[in-house]
Nanobody
Framework: QVQLVESGGGLVTAGGSLRLSCAASGRTFSSYVMGWFRQAPGKEREFVASMPWGGGSRRYGDSVKGRFTISRDSVKNTVYLQMNNLKPEDTAVYYC????????????WGQGTLVTVSA
């Protein structure tokens, strides 16, 4: 069974950086697309970033382009989200997710990690 466990959230001042980690287990992920989403209080879930596990095109939400970077370490089976120049509006619970390459929707979700950016 595929399992995703996020870590790395916390409190940071605006302009600062954080790196989130998503430890993936349960199978090989070569045919998966990995993604990060976030949900702020009272708002809908928002796409942040995604990439095929095997490498290739990375996609980013408009609000994070140029500031966030998704990457993965295939040895550690971990996906990262490097977040730079954080803004108060980046405050949210961040979720790691996975889907097969052929699936339309993300099928597996982590429990989330809270990121709070103070002004």
């Amino acid at each position: 069974q595929v399992q995703l466990v996020e870590s790395g959230g916390g409190l940071v001042t605006a302009g600062g950086s954080l790196r989130l980690s998503c430890a993936a287990s349960g199978r090989t992920f070569s045919s998966y697309v990995m993604g990060w989403f976030r949900q702020a209080p009272g708002k809908e879930r928002e796409f942040v970033a995604s990439m095929p596990w095997g490498g290739g095109s990375r996609r980013y939400g408009d609000s994070v382009k140029g500031r966030f970077t998704i990457s993965r370490d295939s040895v550690k089976n971990t996906v990262y989200l490097q977040m730079n120049n954080l803004k108060p509006e980046d405050t949210a619970v961040y979720y790691c997710a996975a889907r097969t390459v052929v699936a339309g929707d993300f099928q597996v979700w982590g429990q989330g990690t809270l990121v709070t950016v103070s002004a």
